[in-house]
């Protein structure tokens, strides 16, 4: 069984599908730990209601980006994981900290990558007036929502949608895409091929 550590940022939703699907036996794994740069997440509520140990390190308790970035890589290597889910985690990564834990890292993206990157992916695809639009579940490297692609879910883009209308459809199918790629990650079906990702049967 494999051990995950989730750093999320916010609501927590998608950490919610994840522990949902861990429960259920979905997924081959056990939540070791959330880790969170905001005191006030919501997602911390989830954590507590599922007995899953949290670790707060508050990003504006400390002086500088680095310290901040130092603390949060200590308490990764401490955790030590199979696998970190950064799951609405909303900093980047230092490149020190996605060298180290490079292929144990896996992110969720509300839009089709490479599209979108970064903030607001949804509202930069209804403004771009693309006509799908979906999550990306990926690797975490050095570049930002730049990691090899795991999974990709797909919806359509309405005539009549705006940034919430779209951001909720995509964020069903994050629900889903998500813990999918995890149970794939923790039962090894995860190849990396360079860019690619092989799924094993
Ligand atoms: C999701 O749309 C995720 O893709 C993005 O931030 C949002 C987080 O939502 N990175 P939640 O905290 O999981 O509800």
């Given at each position: ?117 970064g903030l607001h992916a949804q509202r930069q695809a209804v403004e771009y007036g693309v006509k799908v639009a979906g999550c990306t579940v990926h690797f975490v490297d050095e570049e930002m929502d730049g990691g090899a692609i ?52």
């Amino acid at each position: 069984m494999k051990r995950i550590a989730v750093l999320a940022s916010g609501r927590g939703s998608n950490f919610q599908s994840v522990i949902e699907k861990v429960k259920d036996g979905s997924i081959n794994g056990e939540i070791v730990c959330l880790i969170t740069d905001k005191p006030d997440a919501y997602a911390i509520e989830r954590a507590e209601k599922a007995g899953i140990p949290v670790k707060i390190i508050d990003f504006n308790k400390f002086k500088t980006r680095d310290d901040y970035n130092r603390e949060l890589r200590r308490t990764m290597t401490e955790v030590n994981p199979d696998v970190f889910v950064l799951a609405g985690y909303m900093r980047l990564l230092e490149t020190e900290t996605a060298k180290a834990f490079k292929g144990r890292m896996i992110n969720i993206h509300p839009a089709l990558l490479p599209s979108f990157k970064g903030l607001h992916a949804q509202r930069q695809a209804v403004e771009y007036g693309v006509k799908v639009a979906g999550c990306t579940v990926h690797f975490v490297d050095e570049e930002m929502d730049g990691g090899a692609i795991i999974l990709q879910h797909v919806v359509p883009v309405l005539d009549d949608d705006d940034e919430d209308t779209l951001a909720g459809r995509i964020l069903k199918e994050e629900h889903i895409a998500l813990p999918k790629a995890i149970a794939l990650f923790c039962d090894d079906r995860l190849v990396l091929e360079g860019r690619r990702v092989r799924i094993l049967k």
